[in-house]
C-alpha cells in the first residue's frame, strides 16, 4: 500500500498530540477523530453514531492512538539527550525522575525560552515516525 501523504500524516499527528484517537479508512484515507474513552461522556451523539458506522467495518480503519506513556516517557527522555549539558538538562533529568514527570518537565520546558520550540518540533518529529511506522505495519 501507498505511503500516507505528507497532509494527512500532519493531521494524524495534530490529531495525536491533542490525545485524540483516529480511525483512518485503508482506501479512501477518510479520517475520523475521536476522544478517548474519558471525553467521550461529553459527546452528543455524533462521535457515538461515526464510532457505530467505524465498527461496521472495523476491517476497513486503522486506529491510530496517542502512545503510551512508556513511550512518551521515552520521547522526553531522547530529547533531554539532545539538550546540551549544563542546568537545563540538568532541570529536564531531575524533572523525569520525580513524582508527575510530565507535568514537572512540561514546566521546564514552558519555562526554558526557545527549548520550548525545540521541544515542540522534536515531539512532532518523534509523531510523524510514529503515524508513519503503525501506517506501514498496519497497511498491509
Known sequence: MEMLS???VKEIVSDLECGLRVYLHRKT?????????ELMAFDDGTVAEELKRVQRQKKQFILFEPMSSRDAF?????FMET???????GQLADALEQRKPFAR???VVDN?????ERWFEFRREQYTEYVKEHWTNTSK
Open 6 to 8: 505528507p497532509e494527512i
Open 29 to 37: 484515507l477518510e479520517r475520523l477523530s475521536v476522544p478517548t474513552e
Open 74 to 78: 521515552q520521547m522526553m527522555e531522547a
Open 83 to 89: 539538550v546540551p549539558p549544563g542546568r537545563i538538562r
Open 105 to 107: 518537565f512540561r514546566e
Open 112 to 116: 526554558a525560552g526557545s527549548l520550548r
